[in-house]
């Protein structure tokens, strides 16, 4: 299993009321190609901090992201922006749905982005399609055109994991997946994310309090006084 995503060396501090709270103390992390890999930890450990460094959605202090062997932090600020929405899908603990819009729409919206109006246009119908794919196959071929609010928790979640897989990121990263939702929709959700990553291939890091979650990743590593510890390896 190759690397292809390397962090080494992140430090982060925040200004807490004038005083620097440190909250990575130079936390180092490889990533395979194909790996399911979970980062647990206490909470306020820094877990969803370093997840973000890793998908260049915040800056280290110190420290270097690898992707392919390139320093993403060493890169324009467009191409920085290039790379988060294409090869990052990312899944939050909170499903940041755009309330107005449908599910098939909230899933079209990266693929909009991402593209100029003329390369839209000559791909909406392809993706429309793939977007309606990736929803049927995540249980949710009746719902294309409900809103967030007519949808469950759960299905809210899958349409957010639907809406991380419409430009084919290589990587998933997953910040408390399940962390908004019962025991019960929880499960669906794991399984979801289990054979998403079995079928594709698709490199999935998750940050989780869930041990369930954990519980079923290949590779556990713990983060602890700022520091990145192995826990367990398949």
Known sequence: MSEFLKAVDIHKSYRMGGAPLRVLRGASLAVGKGELLAIVGASGVGKSTFLHILGALDVPDKGKVLYDGRDIFSLSHARQDAIRNRTFGFVFQFYYLLPEFTALENVLMPAMVSRGV??????????????????????LGGRLRHRPGQLSGGEQQRVAIARALINDPPILLCDEPTGNLDEKTSEGI?????????????????????????????????????????????
């Not at 003329?118 to 249980?139: D, I, M, S």
């Not at 999935?204 to 367990?232: C, F, K, Q, S, Y």
Request: aromatic share 2%.
């Open 190 to 234: 794991i399984d979801a994310l289990m054979t998403l990553n079995r079928e594709t291939g698709q490199t999935t890091v998750m940050v989780t309090h869930n041990r369930e979650l954990a519980g079923r990743a290949r590779r556990v590593v713990h983060l602890t006084d700022g520091h990145i510890e192995p826990m367990r390896t398949e």
């Open 118 to 139: 003329l390369a839209w246009l000559g791909a909406r119908l392809r993706l429309r399609k793939k977007a309606e794919e990736l929803l049927g196959r995540l249980g």
